[in-house]
């Protein structure tokens, strides 16, 4: 809903507050200003001018030399190539030095040959919208009528010396699609008074019942309707005023009958709908639900097919308009029409809802009649309109209305006690305030001891329960009164389990490593339910899958990362990295519901890092992954108990896959995907892990410990080592790690070598092994003695020799 400040001024003395602050308290009180626009904010320089001469440019066939006065001592000449100029016209002139949207600045110019000083605006120029201007203008300059004076503001006799406020409705305060609820409500923040309009109508001696009779057949769809008749009517523009609150309202003005309509619309939030008397063939209206396959052609020109839901307004045999929708084409008010029969009526919300829905228009009329028009509203409206027509289209009002009235509307009657007020909110409000909110509201009340009695305005549909008062108490009160408090209770603040918080780690290290998160289906098919499982068993089958390939639960995160690989690769996505932690579903049996467990899996595959500059490349490969997981286990403070065992799985690289132990219980593994996979799939060489979460984060970890950094120095030796080529390297890294003791603080290898002078079924490895005390400085015999202790269990327990 926008809103006029200016207008709303009408209705409400504004005075000391400004647009801004007005939509702070508004906003405050419940209902959200989204924003506010000064509709001339940059805009300076722009007043009225009269066209005294206009001729063809000599240079040129689509523009005009017009001389103009602009209320200064001398007329000025102005170049314009609107195609609507003509001599005589009042028109918005941007003078030399005004500035307009965009921050356009207006100079002296020449064009094709001839001085310009100033331009003759379009309202488009003066920042409105295409869509809100007239369609007579919407090609050309904007003519004033000849009633306004030389020299004076231009947008101020546009209406755009004015602030719109943005209010962003919620469903149930309908009551505030209009000026006067807004008005109420404004008044009621400010505890002022509401200035009603007051209609007097003057009215002939013939009476509008001798010219229209309404019937009304579906009463539970039209409870009320009204119809006034007003003769003589001269179709001409609306008023300068109302055309500029329509188009900051956002309404197109057409005529003064139209924006007559409109403008009740706005004001009263009660939509209207003016029929050409003459068009309507009849002195009938009859109001009816439509009838299966019926048509009728609305005021867009389009023709719409109705069902029995719609809801009709007819003259006694064809539709002549949707009702609370749409009018029909063939009694469109014209620029001949002089007798006016106009609509005012209590429409159902859900039945002009379908028929929006039904045919795609949702209209400013639609909208009300689906959250509520309040219907002690529905004649005041009519009056008022009847009396603007009289006004503003010279039209004779006839007396009297021809009505339908089935409706019986009773205001909602609620009680409700200053102690539940108070309970709820958290307050103590005294029942005096609370008086004096309900009294803002113009809510009737009456008091008994501390219990209120309060009559709800139709106006405020919203209300019908306790609750909805206490809202409004509150709201009023103000939200930033209500005082602050803790909950009361013997409960703890919450905190994260050791689980949850390694899993946090886990989450962080992966993402800091450069591998992305995925949330992948936990349904498959039953291709890839058992693949790459860490331990097989019989899947579960969906009673009523959705597809085949949604048929059964996953045993294996790792099918639906590959399928995440391949999806990347194939938008040439030549990096991708991945992981997800999610669950896995194991089967108990037919009797039993399935275990549900949490799983780890990581999936790597194209370039790790590339340096264009420096020429540098490096693919992805094992111990790229590898060395992710291994920083991911020493986070974990896991690393001295995490070892990798060649091993073969379906599925993977069989020179290229390795289990993965913690403290000698099989967690996962780690490896290359099949080169045939790899194909089928269209993937590059990809690696990948999976491993149960659950055990990874279960295992105990000793405390952290700090050490001090060392204060002796370390002694280095490296040996080369012969043994049989099936012999694996961490075996021979164990030995030697319970061989060394506590002075080995460090191990690793650095060499592999498997070549022509070596003896055949052998190779050598080389290790590094650091030797320290923290105490003292190692001497060479110390540390011998432990070296050949080393060797010794090497040579004993795998066999080893050191290589010549």
């Known amino acids: 809903m926008f809103v006029s400040y200016k207008w709303l001024q009408e209705y409400v003395d504004l005075s000391g507050i400004t647009p801004a602050e007005l939509a702070d308290k508004i906003t405050k009180s419940g209902i959200e200003v989204e924003g506010v626009e000064t509709l001339n904010e940059g805009l300076k320089g ?77 309202l488009q120029e003066l920042g409105i919208e295409a869509k809100l201007v007239a369609k007579e203008f919407s090609e050309g300059i904007f003519v004033f009528p000849n ?15 004015d602030h719109i406020l943005e209010l962003g409705l919620t469903a149930n ?46 009463k539970e769809d039209n409870p009320l309707y009204v119809a006034k008749v007003i003769k003589n009517v001269k179709i001409a523009p609306s008023p300068l005023w109302m055309q500029g609150r329509l188009m900051a309202a956002g309404i197109r003005p057409h005529n003064n009958v139209v924006d007559i309509t409109n403008y009740i ?12 008397y003459d068009a309507l063939g009849s002195k009938e209206i009859l109001v009816r639900r439509a009838k299966n396959g019926e048509k009728i052609v609305t005021l867009d020109d389009a023709e719409r097919t109705l069902t029995e839901e719609h809801l009709v307004i007819t003259n006694g045999s064809e539709p002549v308009a949707l009702a609370g929708v749409m009018g029909g084409a063939n009694s469109e008010v014209q620029a001949d029409t002089t007798t006016v ?11 002009v809802r379908a028929a929006s829905k039904d045919m795609g228009l949702r209209s400013e009329a639609s909208a009300r009649f689906e959250k509520g028009v309040d219907p002690n509203r529905v004649r005041a409206a009519a009056e008022r309109a009847a009396e603007l027509l009289a006004l503003y289209a010279g039209g004779e009002v006839l007396e009297g209305a021809a009505e339908a009235d089935t409706l019986q509307v009773e205001p909602a009657v609620i009680s409700i006690t200053l102690e539940k007020i108070n309970g709820v909110i958290g307050t103590a409000i005294t029942k005096e305030e609370v008086e004096n909110i309900f009294s803002r509201l113009q809510f009737d009340t009456t008091t008994d001891n501390e219990t209120f009695t309060v009559t709800v305005p139709t106006r405020r549909g919203d209300i ?37 918080k390694k899993r946090r780690i886990v989450r962080t290290f992966l993402e800091g490593a450069g591998l992305y998160q995925a949330i992948t289906y936990s349904l498959t098919n039953p291709t890839k339910a058992t693949q790459f499982a860490l331990e097989t068993r019989e899947p579960i089958e969906l009673s009523m899958p959705m597809s085949e390939e949604h048929s059964q639960l996953r045993l294996s995160i790792l099918p639906q990362l590959l399928d995440v690989l391949k999806y990347n690769l194939a938008r040439q996505n030549d990096r991708v990295a991945v992981y997800e932690m999610g669950a896995v579903f194991l089967a108990n049996g037919s009797e039993e519901l399935p275990q549900e467990r949490e799983h780890l899996a990581g999936a790597i595959t194209g370039l790790w890092h590339e340096h264009g500059w420096q020429g540098e490349k490096k693919a992805v490969d094992f111990f790229v992954l590898k060395g992710i997981l291994e920083g991911l286990f020493a986070k974990l403070g896991l690393e001295n108990k995490v070892e990798y ?20 219980k099989k967690i996962g593994f780690i490896g290359q995907v099949h080169p045939t996979i790899q194909k089928e799939m269209d993937l590059k060489e990809t690696y990948v892990f999976e491993l149960s979460l659950e055990t990874l984060l279960s295992d105990a970890v000793a405390p952290l410990q ?17 043994v049989d080529q099936a012999t694996v390297a961490g075996e021979l890294e164990n030995i030697i790690v319970e061989a060394g003791g506590k002075l080995l603080k460090d191990v690793h290898i650095f060499d592999l070598y498997e070549g022509e002078r070596m003896e055949p079924g052998k190779k050598s490895i080389a290790y590094s092994l650091k030797y320290f005390d923290p105490e003292k400085t190692l001497t060479d015999e110390e540390v011998t003695k432990v070296h050949e202790k080393v060797l010794a269990a090497l040579a004993e327990k795998a066999g080893a020799v050191l290589r010549g």
């Open 706 to 722: 700090y050490e001090a950094i060392p204060r002796f120095p370390s002694i280095t030796r490296d040996i080369a080592l012969v």
């Open 265 to 276: 619309l706005l004001e009263y939030g009660q939509p209207l709908h003016a029929f050409d």
């Open 341 to 351: 029969l106009l609509e005012s009526a209590y429409f159902k919300g859900a039945t």
């Open 464 to 500: 019908t329960i306790e609750e909805d008062l206490i809202e409004e108490v509150a709201r009023l009160y103000g939200y930033d009164r209500i005082p602050t408090t803790l909950p009361i209770g013997s409960s703890k603040p919450g905190y994260l389990t050791d689980y949850q």
């Open 173 to 218: 305060r309908s009551d505030c699609m209009s000026m006067l609820g807004v008005a109420y409500e404004v008044a009621a923040i400010l505890d002022r008074e509401v200035k009603l309009p007051h209609p007097q109508v003057s009215t002939t001696a013939e009476k509008a019942t001798d010219y229209i009779k309404v019937t009304v057949e579906a």
């Open 645 to 664: 065992r060649q091993a073969t799985i379906e599925g993977m690289h069989p020179g290229r896959t390795a289990e993965i132990f913690l403290s000698d």
């Open 147 to 161: 009633d306004v004076t030389v020299g004076e503001d231009a947008l101020e006799k546009l209406n755009r010396d």
């Open 46 to 122: 722009v007043v009225i001018g009269h066209v005294l001469e206009r001729e063809q440019h000599p240079n040129a066939d689509k523009l005009n030399k017009c001389l103009v006065d602009i209320g200064e001592e001398e007329p000025v000449q102005i170049i314009c190539g609107a195609p609507n100029v003509d001599k005589g016209q009042k028109v918005a002139v941007a003078t030399v030095g005004a500035v307009l949207p965009g921050n356009f600045k207006i100079k002296k110019a020449k064009l094709r040959g001839e001085e310009s000083n100033g331009m003759i605006c379009s």
